[in-house]
């Protein structure tokens, strides 16, 4: 049975660091959006889903840091993990003009990884995967992930992403450890790439994202990924919180349809779990 992993990016509307190099942020509007995908995501998987919490220089000067230190976000996060869900780290280290990147300080990525780590398990929440602002994952985060215990990563969308130079296109196009020199191929830390739903010659925007794509794409795209892969796979489908306004009725639409064809929604710790186990017994090679 093929399974999927709904990824729910909680950004906000106004966060623009390279195209208006000015960042704002509404709290009552960014947190009904990421309700409004959590209460889809309910209905529709049983909760199942990973949540990804946003945290960023921005965020951290301007907001004192709320998705991981609001009262009204903590709720959030322990009424998702209640409800079958699970929480990650969204980590945007780019200056909110834009005129510097982060990532690639190690001991600042450590520092960051390790300290909001620590606040979401003091609400009583403990993170099970990460993803990188704009799919930037680097050489520089898998020491501090593993370190943390924070072993699904979310960035392999099969492309080159522009403003972190990062270029997916070259790695595999199913789960794997990443190679700690290399995140783009396979290797031997703990760390485990989950990709994006996608076919050979349709990766990054063109892949299971939400946003950019209709609903009878999306569809179409499902089925040439089933074909191409087989029952046995998985991957991600990156979701929007901040354009669930627009988009949680196709959000609906699109996991009823895909209940409807089998598929088997899950969350990051099963998929690290089932792939230590296929690891261990010599039948990786399944996905």
Known sequence: MAKLLVAVECDFEGYSPFVTHRCQYSHQQTLRRAKLAADVIQC??????AF??????????????????????KTLWNDVAACGGEIGLHVH?????????????????????????GMLEDCGVKPACHSTGYFGMNEWFVPALEANDLLVNLDNCGAFTKFTTRDWTVAPG???????????????????????????????????????NSLRYLRSLWEEIARESGDE????????????????????SFLRWLKGKGVEFVVPSEIYKDYAARVATGSRGAY
Request: charged fraction near 30%.
């Open 93 to 117: 280290e780019d200056e909110p003009d834009g005129s510097c990147l982060y990532y690639g300080y190690g001991k600042h990525i450590e520092r960051v990884i390790s300290s909001h780590v």
């Open 174 to 212: 199913k789960p794997y450890y990443m190679d700690p020199d290399d995140v783009t191929c396979e290797g031997a830390s703990r760390v485990l790439s989950v990709p994006l739903g996608m076919t050979k010659y349709c990766r990054g925007e063109d892949g299971l994202m939400l946003a950019p």
């Open 52 to 73: 990804l919490a946003h945290t960023s220089p921005f965020m951290r000067r301007e907001h004192g840091d709320a998705f991981f230190t609001s009262s009204d976000y």
């Open 233 to 252: 796979s998985v991957w991600f489908l990156w979701v929007e919180a901040q354009r669930m306004d627009r988009d949680h009725r196709k959000l609906r």
């Open 44 to 49: 529709e998987c049983n909760g199942k889903a």
